[in-house]
């Protein structure tokens, strides 16, 4: 079984629509990372949270610690939103390293 | 903004070779990592180094690699012997004290 599972797997939606990609992990962990993947491959970084909510424009990243789950929504979608976005967990058990989900693949259509 | 940077963004090599990629941190970071990425999967963990040694590494992280620091500057992974499963995208990734880790944007290693 995966530490890190993401859902959906892929995810197609109208321009305007609100997206919400869930991160679910099965362990206790000390930090939650969401990322961003371009078609080109490069990975940035777009949130690292321990508890509670971030945002930073469009984007907003929510964590339930007691649920072990972990939401990113984005508001407002448009094509350029278009990539995988990943879900990755620093475990209490593994020191710094960074635990990787398989990845939503959002495509955002005009 | 600072950034990790990587090279090359391409290296092909024929089986059995050794190859270096090569990677810049952001200039005041103090932890350093090495992941992959094969084709059609999830990024993997190889190795994390800090203060000059190796902090933690994966079983993929064989005899077949290593890593260095070499001037204070450069950070890379070496790769002595080069399998046709070796193929992947490598990402370098460095943080600081607040441990969020930033990516360099992949050396796409081709194994022939």
């Known amino acids: 079984k995966n530490e890190v599972e993401q859902s959906p797997q892929n995810l197609t939606a109208q321009e305007g629509e609100f997206i919400t990609i869930n991160c679910s992990y099965s362990?206790?962990?000390?930090?939650l990372h969401w990322l961003q993947q371009h078609p080109g491959g490069g990975i940035v970084s777009l949130f690292m949270l321990s508890s509670g909510k971030k945002k930073h424009g469009r984007l907003i990243a929510t964590i339930n610690i007691q649920e072990k789950h972990s939401s990113l929504h984005i508001t407002a979608s448009h094509p350029r939103d278009s990539a995988v976005y990943i879900c990755a967990v620093r475990l209490w058990t593994s020191g710094s390293r960074l635990t990787f989900g398989e990845g939503t693949q959002l495509t955002v259509n005009p | 903004e600072p950034e990790v940077t990587q090279t090359p963004s391409h290296q092909v090599t024929q089986m059995g070779q050794e190859v270096i990629l090569r990677c810049v941190p952001i200039s005041n970071h103090l932890y350093f990592y090495w992941y992959r990425q094969i084709l059609g999967q999830k990024v993997e963990f190889l190795v994390s180094f800090y203060n000059n040694e190796i902090s933690e590494k994966s079983e993929i992280f064989d005899d077949q690699f290593s890593v260095e620091r070499p001037d204070g500057s450069n950070f890379t992974l070496k790769i002595r012997s080069t399998k046709l499963e070796d193929s992947a995208m490598y990402f370098c990734?460095?943080?600081?004290?607040?441990?969020?880790?930033?990516f360099g944007p992949g050396t796409r290693l081709t194994v022939l």
């Open positions: 990734a460095s943080s600081g004290v607040g441990d969020e880790q930033f």
């Open positions: 362990v206790g962990i000390s930090a």
